[in-house]
């Protein structure tokens, strides 16, 4: 399967995706903030498929890495994921960079089904903010 490195900082969120990944088979290399996936990511000379972060950590947030990562390793999908309206809007202007945002809370389901679709390089389904309220 896939190679994803998980950067949260959150580490009950942090734990629930690196399982849910694995649970379909991918090897995840989960780190607290995305300085430590920065570093990850050219350690391992960038042999990841997928990036996963969240946007709004410590040290570097998941924009940050997001452009490092696209400019240092186009080939790797990225995937932001936010429990914050006004840092999905931030994230809305990269978007020939990034596959998608993931809105938090999710699901385990939607967590497994928003990384398969980002591997299988599907175009992201659109939701709007009023859809994800259910207006």
């Known amino acids: 399967m896939a190679r994803i490195l998980l950067a949260e900082d959150d580490p009950s969120v942090r734990g629930f995706v690196a399982r849910a990944l694995e649970m ?4 995840v290399l989960a780190t607290e903030d995305g300085g430590l996936a920065a570093e990850a990511i050219l350690e391992h000379e ?3 498929d997928l990036l996963l972060s969240d946007i709004k950590m ?4 998941g924009i940050a890495l997001a452009l490092r990562v696209a400019d240092q390793y186009p080939e790797v999908t990225i995937l ?4 914050f309206a006004d840092q999905r ?19 385990l389901a939607d967590i497994r089904a928003k990384v398969k679709e980002a591997l299988d390089g599907r175009a992201a389904k659109t939701v709007t903010l009023a859809q994800q309220l259910g207006a």
Do not use: Q
Request: proline content about 9%.
């Open 24 to 27: 379909d088979g991918h090897a």
């Open 46 to 48: 960038g042999e990841f």
């Open 58 to 61: 410590p040290v570097m947030d």
């Open 80 to 83: 932001l994921m936010t429990g």
């Open 89 to 107: 809007e931030r994230a809305h202007g990269l978007d020939a960079l990034v596959h998608d945002i993931v809105p938090k809370p999710f699901t």
